[in-house]
Nanobody, 125 residues
Framework: QVQLVESGGGLAQAGGSLRLSCAAS????????MGWFRQASGKDREFVAS????????SYGDSVKGRFTISRDNANNMVYLQMNSLKPEDTAVYFC??????????????????WGQGTQVTVSS
C-alpha cells in the first residue's frame, strides 16, 4: 500500500513562488509514474505535471508550462513541484498521485491508483 503526503502549500502573492513536496511511504514508489493534479473550488480535477519513474521525462499542463517544474528524488521517496510566477488562477488544492500505468496517459487522473490528501495553495492578487 502506497501512502502519499503532500506539504508546502500556503498563501503566496501573485508573481511569487511555492515548492510543494510529496513524501511516499514505500521505496517501491521509485518505479511509479508520479503526478501532480489540482482542483479549484467547483471545478474538475486538472492535470498539472507528471514525471516518469526514472525522472528523465516530464509533462505539464498547458496552464503551467514554463512556470512549474516537477522533479523527484527516488533515494528519499520524494516528489516536488516548484511553482514560480504564481497567478491567482493557480489557487486550488494540489494532489500528489502515483501510478504504475502507461506514461503516455499520465495526464489522465484515472491512471493513478494512489492519491495524497491534498494541500491548499492560495495565490492573492
Amino acid at each position: 500500500q502506497v501512502q502519499l503526503v503532500e506539504s508546502g502549500g500556503g498563501l503566496a502573492q501573485a508573481g511569487g513562488s511555492l515548492r510543494l513536496s510529496c513524501a511516499a511511504s514505500v521505496r517501491a514508489v521509485s518505479s511509479y509514474i508520479m503526478g501532480w493534479f489540482r482542483q479549484a473550488s467547483g471545478k474538475d480535477r486538472e492535470f498539472v505535471a507528471s514525471v516518469t519513474a526514472s525522472g528523465l521525462r516530464t509533462s505539464y499542463g498547458d496552464s503551467v508550462k514554463g512556470r512549474f517544474t516537477i522533479s523527484r528524488d527516488n533515494a528519499n521517496n520524494m516528489v516536488y513541484l516548484q511553482m514560480n510566477s504564481l497567478k491567482p488562477e493557480d489557487t486550488a488544492v494540489y494532489f500528489c498521485a502515483a501510478s504504475r500505468g502507461d506514461y503516455a496517459d499520465s495526464a489522465n487522473p484515472h491512471l493513478y491508483g494512489y492519491w495524497g490528501q491534498g494541500t491548499q495553495v492560495t495565490v492573492s492578487s
